[in-house]
Every structure is written in C-alpha cells, then in structure tokens.
C-alpha cells in the first residue's frame, strides 16, 4: 500500500512563504497523480492542485494561481507545494493524495494532512 505522510505546516504571517512536503512510501509504480486538498474548520475540503503521473503538468484551482506551484521529485520520493504571498484564507489542514487514474475526492490514497495556519 502507498504511504503518504505531510510535512511543512506551521505558523506564517500575511504575505509569506510556506513550503509542503509529502513523502510517499510503499509504492509499486512512478505514475501516479498527486493532489494537494485542503480544509478549513468547519468547511468542506477543497482541491488546490493535480500534478499529472509525468509531473510536467499542473492544473490550480483560481484562488491559488500564481501563488502556489506544485511539483515532485520522483528520485526522493517527495511531492512539493510551494505556497507564496499566503494569505489569511489559505489558512486550514493540507492533505496530499495519489491515484494512479487522476484527481478526485476519492483518491485512493491520503496523508494524515499538515496543519497551514496564516494569520498576523
């Protein structure tokens, strides 16, 4: 089964940078697709980004758009979100996910999730 396990969260003020990293384990292939959700309190949970099996391309949802830049390195085992110019509501839990087919909310395999908290 494949692992993935968050790191990177933490406490940044209105304007900083924040960087995420996901450590996969246990896989049997180098092509799947990595999604980076996540979840307010009391909110649902929303997609952020797709990262296709091949990595060269990414897809964002609107609010994240040339603030936040997924990407992976297959030799490290290691998925990325590079999060900048952060603001008070990206603030909420991060959680990346994989699948070999595509992106979706059920993904066959889910990290615990990072806590991302923006505020000043």
């Not at 897809?59 to 952060?86: E, I, P």
């Not at 699948?99 to 395999?109: F, I, K, L, S, V």
Request: charged share 15%; hydrophobic share 30%.
């Amino acid at each position: 089964q494949l692992q993935l396990v968050e790191s990177g969260g933490g406490l940044v003020q209105p304007g900083g940078s924040l960087t995420l990293s996901c450590v996969a384990s246990g896989f049997t292939s180098g092509y799947y697709h990595i999604a980076w959700f996540r979840q307010a309190p009391g909110k649902e949970r929303e997609g952020v980004s797709c990262t296709d099996h091949s990595g060269s391309r990414s897809n964002y949802d609107d609010s994240v758009k040339g603030r936040f830049t997924a990407s992976r390195d297959n030799a490290k085992n290691t998925v990325y979100l590079q999060m900048n110019n952060l603001k008070p509501e990206d603030t909420g839990v991060y959680y990346c996910a994989a699948d070999e087919t595509g992106c979706y909310y059920g993904m066959a395999y889910w990290g615990n999730g990072t806590l991302v908290t923006v505020s000043s």
